[in-house]
């Protein structure tokens, strides 16, 4: 079974600075994606950005990017120009590319604190 | 525009007592999923559906029911609560396989 692994737990960023939030994941698939969501306060689950394991590209979304090291199984979140907003909940997660139903795995999370 | 809906946003039970957790979406999505969400722990799948009239366990089924009702509808169903189960839960669907998954607003849900 797949697993992901946030190390994190929390992190704090100055608010405009760069924050790095890892995720490692074990997998024995070459098919899968990989997902980071954020959670605010209000609880909802948005995606922030995906990545395709066959993509050697790295993903970017205005802010945000990843670096996608798939040997390593490494898949972390760079948020650029951190603001207030970007406070929350971050969930990394795997999808099988495979598997029947499809079915999400997520990491335990790391809060993100911004410092104004 | 609604998206996913859950109802309702918030419960508390009795331990003992039933429930079922409503979920549906308007987005004519194929698959639909429940998660349970506790601290430390991430999002777990409980019970998933790839398919209208398909259903699967997760990694946490026991303890919950569920239901397809129709394409757009998959209910979550506790039979006999237990503080256990106290928990954020989460109703997901998704189109097709390269797409993401589109969550609800969550269920809180307190058994005492």
């Known amino acids: 079974a797949q697993t992901v692994t946030q190390s994190q737990p929390e992190m704090s960023v100055q608010e405009a600075e760069t924050v790095t939030l890892s995720c490692t994941y074990d997998t024995s698939e070459s098919d899968y994606y990989l997902f980071w969501y954020k959670q605010p306060p209000s609880r909802q689950m948005i995606l922030v950005i995906r990545q395709e394991a066959y993509k050697q590209q790295n993903a970017t979304e205005n802010r945000f990017s990843v670096n996608f090291q798939k040997a390593a199984k490494s898949f972390s979140l760079k948020i650029s120009d951190s603001q207030l907003g970007d406070a929350a909940m971050y969930f990394c997660a795997y999808r099988s590319g495979v598997e029947y139903g499809n079915k999400l795995v997520f990491g335990a999370g790391t809060i993100l604190r911004v410092k104004s | 525009n609604a998206g996913v809906t859950q109802t309702p946003k918030f419960q508390v039970l009795k331990t003992g007592q039933s429930m079922t957790l409503q979920c549906a979406q308007d987005?004519?999505?194929?698959?639909m999923y429940w998660y349970r969400q506790d601290p430390g722990m991430g999002l777990r799948l409980i019970y998933y559906?790839?398919?209208?009239?398909?259903?699967d366990k997760g990694e946490v089924p026991n303890g919950y029911n569920v239901s397809r009702l129709n394409k757009r509808e998959f209910s979550l169903r506790l039979e006999s609560a237990a503080p256990s189960q106290t928990s954020v839960y989460f109703c997901?669907?998704?189109?097709?396989?390269?797409?993401?998954?589109?969550f609800g607003d969550g269920t809180r849900l307190s058994i005492l």
């Open positions: 559906s790839a398919s209208e009239g398909t259903t």
């Open positions: 997901a669907s998704r189109d097709r396989n390269y797409q993401p998954q589109h």
């Open positions: 987005m004519n999505h194929n698959s």
